[in-house]
Each structure stands twice: as C-alpha cells, then as structure tokens.
T-cell receptor, first 113, second 115 residues
Framework: DTGVSQDPRHKITKRGQNVTFRCDPISEHNRLYWYRQTLGQGPEFLTYFQNEAQLEKSRLLSDRFSAERPKGSFSTLEIQRTEQGDSAMYLC???????????FGQGTRLTVV | AQSVAQPEDQVNVAEGNPLTVKCTYSVSGNPYLFWYVQYPNRGLQFLLKYITGDNLVKGSYGFEAEFNKSQTSFHLKKPSALVSDSALYFC?????????????FGKGTRLSVIA
C-alpha cells in the first residue's frame, strides 16, 4: 500500500494519560500535515512539516500537544495529560513540493474517557 | 485569512438525478480550490481541484466543479447521482500567493442519494 498510513486506527484512553500517534506519509512526499476533525466539523489544521522542519503550528495546538518528524519521514503526534475535549479524529496528510493537493490517511480516532 | 462556507449541512437527491453541493470561499489573493469526499470512519479522499485555466474541472467518479470568480464559488456537481455517492463532502481552499500553506476546509455537506 503506497498511501498515507496512520497507527493506531482507534485509541481509547483515560483522562490524564499520554497518547502518541504515528503517521507514515507517501514515501516521496516531503510535506506532512496534521489535522483534527470533530463530529460535524471539517478538518482543522494543527501543524505542518517540510522535511524535518516544523514550519507552522495552529493556535489549536496547545502546549500539551507536540509533533515531531525526526528524519523527515514518519511523524508522531503526542498529546500529554489528555482531556475529554481531545476526543476527535486525528488526520495526517502529505504532499510533494510543488503539488497543490494533499493526500490523507485513514485517521486515528481518539476517545478520552 | 482564508475561509470556506458550505451553506448546506445536508443534501438529499434521488438516484439518477443531478446533484449540486455548494461551496463559497474567501481568500485575499487568487485561490486554489479542492473537493474531498469522506466515507464513514475513513480519511478524506481527493476528488478534484481548480488551479488555473478552464473554470469547469472534471474529477474522479464523474464529479465536476465550476469555478466562478465573481461569485467566489466552487460548486460540486454530478449529472446523475448514485447511491454509492452518499458520503460527506468537503470543500477546501488555499491562497495561491501564500506559499504551501495548509488547506482550509469547510464544515462539510452530507450527501444522501436515495434509491
């Protein structure tokens, strides 16, 4: 499969726990994006990498959220001290330089109980 | 700032009838415009885009969209709807002059095609 891959697909965690999600982009894509989608809403931008550099962060990305892309390939998104309001679908997308559209993974659905 | 409005939360259409899903946008410069589709518990799937050139853009699964600069609209259309087209549709925009900034999405429109 050569698409964007996200792991896990589903995560249930207790409030206050830390969680980490992984995204593997399409192999030749140097740009990687994280979005969050809640019920009844469109995807909301969280952060964006070009290669290993994190170029932009949304105000939605509180200090409990951190993202990395250490070697410019896969990326991780960590949420510390999860809250019920963090329950959402977390989507990863990637694109190549000069491309306009981004290609999305299947998402990780987080439920905080 | 960029924004997208999808004025209809839900669109219902009979199978075989034409469908339209509306989208209007706001950018400070010229837009790149996109449509994505989302099936239940899945990520977003790219349908089509407008970059430049012809205002009528054709995409996957028989969908097309028409860019109208004066009305700042990019409505999605299909001449004959299928039950399998039932899904959530998202319009997205990026300002062409602001580099590779992330896409900004609308809230989505749920399309229901009834047999």
């Amino acid at each position: 499969d050569t698409g964007v891959s996200q792991d896990p697909r589903h995560k249930i965690t207790k409030r206050g726990q830390n969680v980490t999600f992984r995204c593997d982009p399409i192999s030749e894509h140097n740009r990687l994006y994280w979005y969050r989608q809640t019920l009844g809403q469109g995807p909301e931008f969280l952060t964006y990498f070009q290669n290993e550099a994190q170029l932009e962060k949304s105000r939605l990305l509180s200090d409990r959220f951190s993202a990395e892309r250490p070697k410019g390939s896969f990326s991780t998104l960590e949420i510390q001290r999860t809250e019920q309001g963090d329950s959402a679908m977390y989507l990863c997308a990637s694109s190549s330089s000069g491309a306009t559209e981004a290609f999305f993974g299947q998402g990780t659905r987080l439920t905080v109980v | 700032a960029q924004s997208v409005a999808q004025p209809e939360d839900q669109v219902n259409v009979a199978e075989g009838n034409p469908l339209t899903v509306k989208c209007t946008y706001s950018v400070s410069g010229n837009p790149y415009l996109f449509w994505y589709v989302q099936y239940p518990n899945r990520g977003l799937q790219f349908l089509l885009k407008y970059i430049t050139g012809d205002n009528l853009v054709k995409g996957s699964y028989g969908f097309e969209a028409e860019f109208n600069k004066s009305q700042t609209s990019f409505h999605l259309k299909k001449p004959s709807a299928l039950v399998s087209d039932s899904a959530l549709y998202f319009c997205a925009v990026r300002d062409r002059n602001s580099g590779n900034t992330p896409l900004v999405f609308g809230k989505g429109t749920r399309l229901s095609v009834i047999a």
